[in-house]
């Protein structure tokens, strides 16, 4: 059998697509999770907006903010599960000015863990959208890999 650059690079997908499914689940067990989660009172430190690096401006929120559980100040800065930067500065702006510096707000924290904190629990969209498209890039390499070869029938007998 032999492998030329692409199938290196399908069998590459094919080995680190498994893991960010995981972590994706990982994230939409932990936001739906999150809604459970006891709250405290917490105050917004810092509030802007942050272009990300790279030639095409990305934008995201950046949130910063603290809270005190059992005595012990706590920091966080993640605003939901499902972040996403946009090329757009106006959906980053309005997270921002949502949290505006000095509000109080309620903040969500994970028992016994209380530096895994959020301030908007649950899922949403963009939760879903990291395994979802890790599982069809999955079954698109392992076809593109497996079809030129004639091993098509292997995959598509467990599917």
């Known amino acids: ?8 690079i399908l069998l590459i997908f094919i080995i680190i ?17 999150s809604v459970n989660w006891p709250t405290v009172v917490g105050k917004i430190l810092s ?34 599960y499902g972040e996403y930067g946009v090329t757009g500065t106006s959906h980053a702006q309005g997270i921002a000015d949502r949290y505006p510096v000095g509000k109080t707000i309620a903040v969500h924290y ?11 629990p649950g899922t949403n969209v963009i939760t879903w959208v990291a395994p979802i498209f ?11 890999l497996l079809v030129p070869r004639g091993y098509a029938q292997l995959f598509t007998h467990f599917f």
């Open 1 to 8: 059998m032999q492998f030329n650059f692409g199938d290196i």
């Open 47 to 80: 509030s802007g907006i942050k272009r990300g690096s790279g030639k095409r401006a990305v934008y995201h929120a950046e949130i910063s903010y603290e809270f005190i559980v059992e005595n012990v100040v706590h920091k966080g800065t993640r605003v939901s």
């Open 134 to 144: 890790c599982a069809i890039f999955f079954v698109i390499a392992c076809w593109m």
């Open 17 to 33: 697509l498994p893991f960010a499914f995981v972590v994706g689940i990982q994230n939409i067990l932990r936001a739906k999770a």
């Open 110 to 120: 994970m028992p016994g863990k209380p530096k895994v904190c959020v301030l908007e």
